[in-house]
C-alpha cells in the first residue's frame, strides 16, 4: 500500500458517461396511424420512403457522435395510450420520450 497519495493530474478518471436514447421506429402501417393521429404531422415526411431515409440518417448521425441510440418499434396503439396516461399530445417531443423509456426497450427494433 502507497504512503502517499498520487497528485490529481496523476489520477486515471472515469471516461464520460455514454448518452443512451431510444429511437422511434415504426413498420410502415404503424407510421400512417401515427402520422394520421398526430397533433403535428408536418413534423413527419411525406411518406414512409422518405421518413425511413431521414431515420436512418438521424440514427447514424446520432452514433456517430457517440450516442448509444436504439432503434424501438413504436406500436401506435402503445404510442397513444401511453400519451393519454401521461396527457400528452402525439407530438415529436411525445414520440422520442416515448421511445426512450425503459419500458419501450422491450420493443427494440436492433440495429
Not at 2 to 16: A, I, V
Not at 17 to 43: C, F, L, N, Q, S
Request: net charge positive; proline share 8%.
Amino acid at each position: 500500500m502507497p504512503k502517499h497519495k498520487p497528485p490529481p493530474w496523476l489520477k486515471t478518471t472515469s471516461p464520460p458517461a455514454r448518452t443512451h436514447a431510444g429511437v422511434p421506429w415504426y413498420t410502415e402501417d404503424e407510421w400512417a396511424k401515427v402520422k394520421a393521429a398526430a397533433t403535428d404531422p408536418d413534423r413527419l415526411e411525406a411518406n414512409y420512403k422518405q421518413w425511413m431515409q431521414s431515420a436512418e440518417d438521424s440514427l447514424r448521425k446520432s452514433r456517430a457522435q457517440g450516442v448509444v441510440a436504439s432503434k424501438v418499434l413504436i406500436s401506435c396503439g402503445e404510442l397513444l395510450a401511453w400519451c393519454a396516461r401521461h396527457k400528452k399530445e402525439n407530438n415529436a417531443q411525445a414520440r422520442v420520450q416515448f421511445a426512450s423509456e425503459p419500458g419501450a426497450r422491450r420493443h427494440d427494433a436492433g440495429k
